[in-house]
């Protein structure tokens, strides 16, 4: 999956490169979307990039290429926000470009709403800086450059007088973009939603087709915006902040995903769109939005350009695809739906089984837990868990009694110390857990027996005779070691386990082997621990048996097992012969013996 000059940003499971294509409309879809306003336009958030254009405002948010070993780190003074940033230093490049600059240098307003009656300011006045050596991404919010006459608006909303040659931030987020990193929980990042903007900016070298030069697909969720009062005072992951609103049902909270419906009338209105404008569209049926801000109602954020890797501008959009009437702006909010990421247990591949065996999980929203997905059987954690798809994921049963009901949690249990209620599914960072449903019903079994080859809950004379009933071929019956063949290996696992049950070793065997004579006999030796004696067993020669190439079973000569053999029969031992077709003999003892005492 190509994205920023060929990296992925953030993992393949994490949140941002999540596919909710098939995932449930939350049920108070349709209350959120009235609220916000069913006929309010999509609006992309960028435009032109053109030095040309001189002093003409800088629209979307740029992104500053660099290679972290040949740029200068600098130190950023954080202002606003400094319990709740990173402060490693910042590579910043010598022509940085800021939000809100201008298309053919900066703007030295400084950042801000115009508080000190300046009208011409940067605004969010964002950084953004992509080290492409390191794969690290540096995010800045309220910059003010060096000569700027102004500090950005402090928490008070006020402006002061800038009196040093430094760089000054209100935040600053350092994201590992090889790693499913995050904020800790209650703090902001350069977003307010505590989110990475890059990993959510619509950019040209994504959006455009293969034949401008584009990837042809954005394959990555889209940052948006909506107004305070659209908003909970609450987060879902992956967000980890809040703003201060008010709550209600009809609201979303930071983190929340739009999705644009896969309809015939959505889909009509698509393929009439421009290509760059189809290419977005598509992401948002497939990948969504996810809110991340406060601001103007259904505003996608995007860059206006690409730079390369030495950080020249390399695409821009075709604002008159992007901004036609038949473009984006051609959707509303009504044509989108929010969507319920909370995991979803369909059914199981076995209502039962015993620990240690692999069972599948069907349902939804599996994905995107970005390694952080747990099976849990009862409360207890199975192991080995696999995320097979959005739909599917394995994992090994552990060890338990009786009958439990299986959940998938897609995230992990972290408190918010602000407030545990700021996160929507407290006491869980991420989507939740499923719920229970009889569908997802385990009733645990015992745990299967070594050597039990005939499953009756003993090891003895009887699973020798499946192995020989089977001999040499590829099983499952007979092939108690699962190594693909019935062979010397599985008498041997036979013979280690002697007598033993599910409970433990039922006369105390706990070792013993087996060999083969040069006639084709077998002699099995079985240590008793708790008496100190050793029993013996024995499988005569068939000549219907190709008892050849056998693998694990050591040669003994053919008077010893002949001995053997007779040795037993004077005891009083009855020999059973097997048909041809089977090609064995096996010793059994009389009522009340298990094996010929030595």
């Known amino acids: 999956m190509l994205s920023l000059l060929g990296t992925q940003l953030f993992p393949a499971d994490n949140a941002w490169n999540q596919n909710i294509s098939n995932a449930p409309v939350a049920s108070n879809s349709a209350a959120i979307i009235a609220n916000i306003g069913s006929s309010i336009h999509l609006h992309p958030d960028w435009g032109a990039d053109n030095p040309a254009n001189g002093t003409s405002p800088l629209y979307g948010i740029p992104v500053n290429i660099v290679h972290g070993g040949n740029t200068t780190l600098v130190t950023v003074s954080i202002d606003n926000y400094p319990d709740e940033s990173d402060h490693p230093q910042v590579p910043i490049p010598p022509n940085a470009v800021l939000e809100g600059d201008y298309q053919n240098g900066p703007n030295l307003n400084g950042g801000g709403y115009g508080e000190n009656g300046n009208q011409n300011q940067r605004g969010d006045s964002h950084l953004i800086v992509w080290d492409e050596d390191n794969k690290v991404a540096y995010e800045l919010y309220g910059v003010s450059r060096p000569n700027d006459p102004t500090l950005f608006p402090n928490n008070s909303d006020v402006e002061v007088l800038k009196t040093d040659n430094a760089w000054h931030a209100a935040q600053e987020t350092v994201w ?19 989110l990475s903007i890059l990993a959510g900016l619509a950019r040209p070298d994504e959006g ?5 030069g584009g990837q042809g697909a954005i394959n990555h969720a889209l940052r948006v915006t909506l107004p305070g009062s659209d908003v909970n005072p609450q987060y879902i992951y992956p967000a ?8 209600a049902s009809n609201k979303l909270p930071f983190g929340g995903r739009l999705r644009l419906a896969n309809t015939p009338a959505v889909n009509t209105i698509i393929s009439n769109m421009p290509p760059e404008s189809q290419i977005i569209a598509r992401a948002m049926q497939k990948y969504g939005l996810i809110v991340a801000d406060i601001g103007t ?39 989108f739906e929010v969507v319920d990421l909370t995991p979803r247990v369909t059914g199981l591949s076995a209502a039962s089984g015993s620990a240690g065996s692999t069972i599948t999980i069907t349902g939804q929203n599996f994905s995107g837990a970005a390694g952080r997905l747990s099976v849990l059987f009862g409360g207890t954690p199975a192991s080995n868990v696999n995320v097979v798809s959005d739909t599917q994921v394995t994992a090994v049963v552990p060890s338990g009694t009786g009958t439990v009901n299986v959940t998938v949690q897609s995230g992990i249990v972290e408190a918010d110390p602000d407030n545990p209620n700021h996160n929507v599914k407290t006491p869980i960072y991420g989507y939740g857990v499923s719920a229970v449903t009889s569908a997802a019903q385990f009733t645990f079994t015992a745990t299967a027996l070594p050597g039990d080859a005939n499953h009756d809950g ?7 005779s499946v192995v020989a009933g ?28 002697w007598l033993s049950t599910p409970g433990g070793a039922g ?23 708790a ?19 056998v693998s694990g079973v050591s040669d003994q000569s053919s008077g010893r097992s002949t001995s053997k053999s007779q040795h037993a029969a004077s005891r009083g031992h009855t020999q059973y012969h097997h048909p041809a077709s089977v090609a064995a003999s096996v010793w059994r003892t009389r009522a009340g013996d298990h094996a010929q005492d030595e």
């Open 507 to 529: 006369s105390g065997a706990n070792g013993g082997t087996a060999r083969l004579s040069t006639n084709g006999a077998f002699a099995t030796t079985v240590s008793n621990s």
């Open 470 to 497: 089977h001999w040499l071929s590829a099983g499952p019956s007979g092939d108690v070691n699962s190594d693909g063949v019935v062979n010397g290996l599985d008498i041997s696992l036979i013979a280690g386990h």
């Open 531 to 549: 008496t100190g004696r050793t029993a013996t067993s024995g499988i005569a020669p068939s000549s219907a048996l190709a008892l050849t190439n």
């Open 240 to 247: 980890s902040h809040v703003v201060s609103e008010s709550q």
């Open 208 to 212: 455009l087709t293969t034949g401008q």
């Open 297 to 335: 109602a259904m505003y996608i954020t995007g860059s206006s350009a690409t730079s390369d890797a030495n950080n020249q501008i390399a695409q821009t959009w075709d604002l008159n695809d992007i901004l036609a009437s038949n473009g984006l702006k051609a959707l509303t909010a009504g044509n």
């Open 458 to 464: 003993v090891v003895n004379g009887l699973d020798i």
């Open 176 to 194: 590992d973009m090889k790693t499913n990193t995050f904020r800790t929980l209650g703090a902001t990042s350069a977003d307010a939603a505590g």
